[in-house]
C-alpha cells in the first residue's frame, strides 16, 4: 500500500513539474529599422531609427519596459504641390510600455500554429521625444516666414504590434528573443517637422511617425516560475 501512495505521489510531482517552467525575469536588447513621418508637410519620407530595450518580465508573455530611441524623421512637400515646407527632425525619445503576448492565454504546447504565434503581442504606453528640427523657415518666392520652433519636448503615446520568437539555452531556458515590431508614435505636442502655421498651411492634424524594426533580445536575471512549460 506505501509502494502504491508512493508511486501516486511521484505522478503527481513528475505532473505538476512537466507544467512548469522557469523564466528569467529581464531582458535588454537592441533594435533598428525604418520610419515614415505623417506631419504638415505634404509628404513624408523614408529614414531610420535605432532603439534600445530594457523589459521587466511579469510573466514569460507580459512585459513592462523602457524603449530609448534615436533616429532622423524626414519630410517635404512636393516642388509643384504644397507651401515648399520641408524638415529633417534629428530626434531622440523615451517611451514606458507595456506588452501583453498571446501565449498568455493560449494553451500553446499542443499546436504547432498555436506555440509558433505564441509571442504575438499588443501594447502601449507613454514618454517624451526632444525634437531637434532642422526645417526651411522662409517660403521660397514669397519671403514668408513660417511659425514654429526648431527644438522642442512633447508627450508621445507609442501603439506596438509585434511578435516575439524565443531560443534557449543549452539548458533549455529561454535566452534569446528575436523580434519584429511596427510601432506607431502619437505626439500630443504637434511638432514633429517644427512647423505651426496658421490655415491654409495645413496645420490641421497632430504629427505622427511609424517605425518598423527588427531587434534581438538577451534575457537574464532572477528567475520566475511560469505554470506553462516553455518550448
Known amino acids: 500500500m506505501k509502494k502504491r501512495y508512493l508511486a501516486l505521489l511521484l505522478i503527481f510531482v513528475t505532473a505538476t513539474a512537466f507544467g512548469q517552467s522557469n523564466f528569467y525575469r529581464l531582458s535588454a536588447g537592441l533594435g533598428g529599422g525604418a520610419n515614415y513621418s505623417f506631419t504638415d508637410v505634404g509628404k513624408g519620407q523614408y529614414s531610420y531609427s535605432f532603439a534600445g530595450y530594457l523589459d521587466y518580465h511579469f510573466t514569460p508573455f507580459i512585459t513592462a519596459g523602457l524603449e530609448v530611441q534615436n533616429g532622423k524623421l524626414k519630410g517635404a512637400d512636393l516642388p509643384d ?8 527632425n534629428s530626434y531622440t525619445a523615451m517611451y514606458a510600455n507595456v506588452k ?26 507613454l514618454g517624451v521625444i526632444a525634437n531637434n528640427v532642422d526645417a526651411v523657415r522662409v517660403q521660397p518666392g514669397t519671403g ?9 519636448t512633447d ?3 507609442p501603439l506596438n504590434v509585434g511578435i516575439d ?12 528573443i528575436f523580434n519584429i515590431n511596427y510601432q506607431a508614435a502619437y505626439d500630443f505636442g504637434d ?14 492634424s497632430k504629427d505622427i511617425y511609424f517605425f518598423l524594426s527588427a531587434g534581438f533580445k538577451y534575457t537574464f536575471g532572477p528567475k520566475g516560475l511560469s505554470s506553462k512549460t516553455i518550448r
Request: hydrophobic share 35%; no cysteine.
Open 81 to 88: 504641390v504644397g507651401h515648399l515646407k520641408a524638415f529633417s
Open 100 to 125: 501583453f503576448r498571446a501565449g498568455e492565454i493560449t494553451d500553446f504546447y499542443y499546436s504547432d500554429f498555436l506555440n509558433y504565434t505564441k509571442g504575438f503581442y499588443i501594447g502601449t504606453g
Open 144 to 152: 514668408y516666414v513660417f511659425p514654429g520652433v526648431s527644438k522642442s
Open 155 to 157: 508627450f508621445v503615446m
Open 165 to 176: 520568437f524565443y531560443f534557449p539555452d543549452g539548458w533549455g531556458d529561454i535566452r534569446y
Open 191 to 204: 511638432n514633429f517637422d517644427g512647423y505651426n502655421s496658421p490655415p491654409p498651411f495645413k496645420n490641421v
